[in-house]
């Protein structure tokens, strides 16, 4: 198993600013996934960061808005930039336990975004 | 990966198994399906996954059709803890696809 810690654990913002969402894992891993969860939605994935490489982005996000930095095997930050009330949501950082063909992902306890 | 059809919201008593079922009519061969939840305010939960023999862990069984077109995630005795959204998903499993994508989920409340 894995254990995440998100920071912050939640955070007021005001439009147009950005936030850095840090992610720090208790172990080294290769893979680490962000994901947001829109009020009383289910979970999107954001983007794939691994180590050493670009972050891969899922369709509909792009890097401007939400760079990832990946600098060693424990940790990852996501930053909201330009944050509009549209990106009040739940950020969450997982990773990837196990076997990477079957293992199961370990989520963070989320960081809860408001944009006023 | 293949899509996943369930239930928008189950009620189950307290103490009594929880059965959630999920359709997978559309899996291929090579995929597991995988059980998550969520408890409110918290991050998604692994709970078990299988690729086509039933699975138990200390948290619940998961029972796989034959055909592999359908799953049942068993809670043997519910508490009230086990109030949650439940995600049933498959996925190709090989190495560049470790990736999980949620779907709508099914609210399990179980009631006192």
């Known amino acids: 198993s894995a254990v995440i810690s998100q920071k912050p654990s939640r955070d007021i913002c005001q439009r147009g600013t950005s936030l850095t969402i840090q992610c720090q894992v208790d172990?080294?891993?290769?893979?680490m996934f962000w994901y947001r969860q829109q009020p009383g939605q289910s979970l999107t994935l954001i983007a794939t960061?691994?180590?050493?490489?670009?972050?891969?982005?899922e369709s509909g996000f792009v890097i401007d808005k939400f760079p990832i930095s990946r600098p060693n095997l424990t940790f990852s930050t996501l930053t909201v930039s330009n944050m509009s009330p549209e990106d009040s949501s739940i950020y969450l950082c997982?990773?990837?336990?196990?076997?990477?063909?079957?293992?199961?992902?370990?989520f963070g306890e989320g960081s809860r975004l408001t944009v006023l | 990966d293949a899509k996943t059809t369930q239930p928008t919201s189950m009620d189950c008593a307290e103490g009594r198994a929880a059965n959630l079922p999920c359709n997978h009519s559309?899996?291929?061969?090579?995929?597991?399906v995988y059980w998550y939840r969520q408890i409110h305010s918290q991050g998604p939960q692994y709970i078990i996954h299988?690729?086509?023999n039933n699975e138990t862990n200390e948290m619940a069984s998961l029972i796989i059709t034959e055909d592999r077109k359908s799953s049942t995630l068993i809670l043997p005795h519910a508490t009230l803890r086990d109030t949650a959204v439940y995600y049933c998903?498959?996925?190709?499993?090989?190495?560049?696809?470790?990736?999980?994508?949620f779907g709508t989920g099914t609210r399990l409340t179980i009631i006192p």
């Open positions: 172990s080294q891993v290769t893979m």
């Open positions: 559309t899996i291929s061969g090579n995929e597991y």
């Open positions: 998903i498959v996925r190709v499993a090989y190495f560049g696809n470790e990736k999980l994508t």
């Open positions: 299988g690729l086509k």
């Open positions: 960061a691994n180590q050493g490489s670009e972050a891969t982005y």
């Open positions: 997982s990773v990837l336990g196990g076997r990477a063909t079957t293992g199961e992902l370990f």
